[in-house]
Nanobody, 115 residues
Framework: QVQLVESGGGLVQPGGSLRLSCAGS????????MGWYRQAPGNKRELVAAITSGGTTNYGDSVEGRFTISRDYAKNTIYLQMNSLKPEDTAVFYC?????????WGQGTQVTVSS
């Protein structure tokens, strides 16, 4: 079955760091773009970061310079390194992939930034 599974969420203090992982179930994910979205209560789901099959990246304005997306093609996995975290980063983070005009979503992982 084709699926995405996120991990690495948790509680972190402001200014701290966290690394999220998203593992795809098959090699087809090497052929498409993958990325991270997030959604906080009362807010719309927004793009955090994305990476193409060729490795080109783009970021949402609110995380530019603080977050880094990367991918490991051999493991069918993408990562999100989050530094200088702020309370307003608190949200459920979702992994996303688009391959051959089909969209896949992970189940989400909670990130909470609080003292």
């Amino acid at each position: 079955q084709v699926q995405l599974v996120e991990s690495g969420g948790g509680l972190v203090q402001p200014g701290g760091s966290l690394r999220l992982s998203c593992a795809g179930s098959g090699s087809i994910f090497r052929l498409g773009a993958m990325g991270w979205y997030r959604q906080a209560p009362g807010n719309k789901r927004e793009l955090v970061a994305a990476i193409t099959s060729g490795g080109t990246t783009n970021y949402g304005d609110s995380v530019e310079g603080r977050f880094t997306i990367s991918r490991d093609y051999a493991k069918n996995t993408i990562y999100l390194q989050m530094n200088s975290l702020k309370p307003e980063d608190t949200a459920v983070f979702y992994c996303n992939a688009v391959v051959f005009q089909r969209t896949y979503w992970g189940q989400g992982t909670q990130v909470t930034v609080s003292s």
